[in-house]
């Protein structure tokens, strides 16, 4: 099938380099005008390039003798030869074009790596079987490159003579390139580092840590969303967090925690939601102005399903934690399938995946939320950067209710997703809990209890006023303030005020 595309000078938004011509995904994606975004554009020069190929911008450009010719089976070998494995763009290609074509791809080359790739991946997409016989003998082949990616277990299919190692299944699958970053993430083994911190530490110590660090993050949990939850809220959603890993994660389990973390659902219906949701702003009559918008409801059984079944498969197959959890965390947070507490939830995936893992030490709970409220704009850049492609291919109205209603079919927008990118902020935001937050909080913890021991063996007081006054020394920088020695200090003496103040300020110093 000749595709002849005709030449453009913009493609989904991105200028075309001047004397290039589309390759691979974009050439088919133009030539059949489907609906998906390509995120790694590729063009062919019609000059040399030194090394074969260049990055320029968004673009890959390469060298003119890359220029794979003119028909389907052209820019698709290409594609699976030389890009990034994209499996909406497959899925809407196998849609798209007569079966036999990919039939005649298969039968011109039964033992080509490239054909047999797509072969299987058009069965398992589509759940159709092509009319081709089974594969020749030949050696068996890796669905995805282990060294370009991270795998699951691999699983033979004797028919195509092709092992299934991907994440997920043809219901639900993610995508994590093995990238410079993640490697480097991978081989700091911070898990070990989490264990070493907390093997060094008393136990009392370790769980009076654990208690503010789980405070924290479900206080930056609700701060993300731009709540101020009253403590009580606070703690009944700390101690939900605290069950992660306890119980396999099922549908019935998240709405569970869902029941948690909204007490009053006379408003907000728990559990899988019957109507549109988005996420972004209203005009001044309140109609949406949506920045993106979650899976139809007619969808959600059918996606959580899968997310679940790729949250099972990655499990068995022993994926690394911070990845599996990015991959199921922020599968989730993308499907959005209920009308409140997305996120939350998102983030207490991320909780249940590391402590079901045995990743985070036993009865702790990292702050990640805590980082990502920190790094609020790279957060909020990494979900945009994945749901701002696929806005443009849903089409939607708004509702008399005010709300959103999709009127095309999305499913699989949301079913396959790259999470290369979530899974390296993740990563980061793990890292500085390992390597930071946690010892700070364990050094913090020693310096004050130091302190409190030494100011009562000095002068003898209650707890709570030992624990007062190093409170506000430290907040008014190593000195207590003239209003507080008028007050409810004034009984200690000069003297005594300012052996405290030392004894705060050496505890306390930077080392």
């Known amino acids: 099938m000749k595709l002849a595309p005709a030449p453009v000078a913009v493609f989904q938004e991105?200028?075309?380099?001047?004397?290039?011509?589309?390759?691979?995904?974009?050439?088919?994606?133009?030539?059949?005008?489907?609906?998906?975004?390509?995120?790694?554009?590729?063009?062919?020069?019609?000059?040399?390039?030194?090394?074969?190929?260049?990055?320029?911008g968004t673009w890959t450009v390469f060298d003119k003798r890359y220029w794979p010719g003119d028909t389907f089976a052209d820019h698709l070998t290409f594609a699976l030869r030389h890009e990034d494995i994209d499996l909406l763009i497959l899925k809407r290609v196998f849609e798209a074009v007569p079966k036999a074509e990919v039939e005649a791809i298969i039968r011109v080359a039964p033992t080509g790596i490239p054909a047999r790739r797509a072969w299987y991946l058009y069965e398992v997409l589509t759940g159709r079987a092509l009319d081709v016989d089974d594969a020749p003998s030949a050696a068996a082949i890796d669905l995805l490159d282990p060294a370009a990616h991270f795998?699951?277990?691999?699983?033979?299919?004797?028919?195509?003579?092709?092992?299934?190692?991907?994440?997920?299944?043809?219901?639900?699958?993610?995508?994590?390139?093995?990238?410079?970053?993640?490697?480097?993430?991978?081989?700091?083994?911070?898990?070990?580092?989490?264990?070493?911190?907390?093997?060094?530490?008393?136990?009392?110590l370790v769980a009076r840590a654990a208690s503010f660090m789980l405070l924290a993050d479900s206080r930056a949990s609700f701060e993300i969303e731009g709540e101020r939850a009253p403590r009580n809220r606070l703690e009944r959603w700390g101690r939900a967090v605290l069950q992660a890993g306890k119980n396999r994660i099922t549908l019935d389990e998240i709405i569970r925690l869902q029941r948690v973390l909204i007490e009053d659902t006379r408003f907000v219906r728990a559990g899988l939601r019957p109507d549109g949701v988005f996420v972004g702003e209203r005009d001044h009559n309140g109609d949406p102005l949506p920045e993106f918008i979650g899976a139809r409801p007619d969808n959600l059984d059918d996606l959580m399903g899968g997310l679940l079944e790729a949250n099972g498969r990655m499990r068995d197959d022993g994926i690394d934690p911070v990845l599996k959890a990015a991959a199921t965390a922020f599968?989730?947070?993308?499907?959005?399938?209920?009308?409140?507490?997305?996120?939350?939830?998102?983030?207490?995936?991320?909780?249940?995946?590391?402590?079901?893992?045995?990743?985070?030490?036993?009865?702790?709970?990292?702050?990640?939320?805590?980082?990502?409220?920190d790094r609020i704009d790279d957060y909020r850049a990494t979900l945009q950067g994945h749901t701002g492609p696929l806005m443009p291919f849903i089409e939607w109205r708004p509702t008399p209710e005010r709300n959103v209603e999709v009127i095309n079919q999305t499913a699989d927008l949301y079913r396959y997703f790259d999470c290369t990118e979530e899974a390296e902020f993740l990563f980061g935001c793990v890292r500085r809990t390992v390597?930071?937050?946690?010892?700070?909080?364990?050094?913090?913890?020693?310096?004050?209890?130091?302190?409190?021991?030494?100011?009562?063996?000095?002068?003898?007081?209650?707890?709570?006023?030992?624990?007062?006054?190093?409170?506000?020394?430290?907040?008014?920088?190593?000195?207590?303030?003239?209003?507080?020695?008028?007050?409810?200090?004034k009984k200690l003496s000069d003297e005594e005020v300012t052996l405290i103040e030392g004894i705060v300020n050496d505890e306390f110093a930077v080392s």
């Open 14 to 56: 991105k200028t075309v380099l001047d004397g290039t011509r589309l390759a691979g995904w974009a050439a088919i994606v133009q030539a059949l005008a489907l609906k998906g975004p390509v995120r790694r554009l590729s063009c062919v020069s019609e000059q040399h390039v030194r090394g074969s190929h260049r990055e320029e």
């Open 151 to 204: 795998t699951g277990k691999p699983r033979l299919s004797k028919r195509h003579r092709v092992r299934d190692n991907l994440l997920g299944t043809g219901r639900f699958c993610p995508v994590i390139r093995r990238t410079k970053a993640l490697t480097e993430f991978l081989a700091l083994d911070l898990a070990a580092k989490a264990r070493e911190t907390v093997g060094r530490t008393g136990a009392h």
């Open 331 to 373: 599968g989730f947070v993308y499907v959005h399938p209920f009308q409140d507490g997305n996120g939350r939830m998102h983030r207490c995936l991320i909780h249940h995946v590391l402590a079901e893992r045995k990743f985070t030490p036993p009865g702790m709970v990292f702050p990640v939320s805590s980082v990502m409220l």
């Open 435 to 489: 390597e930071q937050d946690l010892p700070r909080e364990i050094d913090y913890l020693r310096r004050h209890d130091e302190a409190i021991r030494r100011i009562m063996d000095a002068v003898e007081m209650p707890d709570r006023v030992a624990e007062n006054l190093v409170m506000f020394i430290r907040q008014n920088n190593g000195t207590l303030s003239k209003k507080r020695r008028e007050g409810e200090f």
